[in-house]
């Protein structure tokens, strides 16, 4: 039986978790699978309850955490070098940039004789300066002329890591989309939704509106704000907003919220606010049944999950059109996007589907459909599957 050692930044609550757990359960008993984890930062929600479901056994890197630490990263391939020369792996796939770098390394010095790495997004704009970014991409580019196959989300990221970029040749890709369980999304979708309105003290004539992530920069929850801003003032509909999620910008979100007239709660959920901070939401699929529209606001992505988890939820999307989203929705179908800090462009798609009800529904009718066949863990774990065996 072929070993796979799989690592992955963090168990946090995201895409990358779910499908390192779901590959790591489902691709035995022909792949034995042994999954190494970093440790998730303390603003960050933890998915090991996902591990936990499927009943698997993570093994922890206690010094490897998701910023540069020369000491600590030191430590952590070393650590991770003794783990391979005692699993003895045939591949290891590494999910992520900091397990990316210190799980490539650790392989090639080993002789692994495969080593794959997926791109679950990437951090070459929007997120450092010029200098770190460029330090980032040579980074990449020495290690991808080692790695044995590149794995990208998407059409879109492919083109952007290689073109773009020039991460590495397009030969050196394989286009392997996000995978997830989304039957329950689709399942118990009336009593689910009178649950989180109750939850919250959402009136059937209000119309509910989330964005659902980390609260970090790159995601731009202050267009989210603005746009919720100029919503209200020109619609007649009842809305409420809910930012779902936590992070390190959760004090400025809640600043830039006050200096623009949003009242908003964060202690009382049934309190009658325009605004709603929920935290994070461990049943999402409540969460999303309870919604009227999902945006998102982000200025770079690579496949965000809770646009797949809304669309499989039967719920229309207003989004920025970034990363591999045009991968993942189908525009004027099931989504309306705008460009990246567009805030007309954006609240104006906000406000139409705000108004506009039978549009509303359209977009709904058309998302399940979509996602079912192109986003479930069956077809991720065949598609990997028979890369594996390809690449053996």
Known sequence: MPKVLRIINRLNLGGPAFNAAYLSKFLEPEFETLLLSGMKDDTEESSEYIVKNLDLHPVYLPDMYRELH??????????????????????????????????????????????????HGHIFHSYFNAAKTRFFLEIERYLAKRTTKIIALSPIQKKELCEIYRIAPADKFEIIPLGFDLLKFEQEQESKRKKFRAQFNISEDEIAIGIIGRLVPIKNHSLFLKAIKLVSLKTSKKIRAFIVGDGEERDAIEQKAASIGLAFNKHNPKEKNILTFTSWIREIDVCCAGMDIIALTSNNEGTPVSLIEAQASGKPIVATNVGGIENIVVKNETALLSAPGDEKSFAENLLLLVEDERLRTKLSESSREYVRNKFSYQRLCHDMTMLYRSLL
């Open 70 to 119: 020369p000491f600590r990263d030191y430590k952590s391939y070393y650590k991770l070098r003794k783990i391979i020369e005692e699993f003895k792996p045939d591949i290891v796939h590494t999910h992520a940039a900091k397990s990316g770098s210190l799980g490539r390394l650790a392989a090639f010095h080993s002789g692994v004789p495969v080593v794959i790495h997926t791109f």
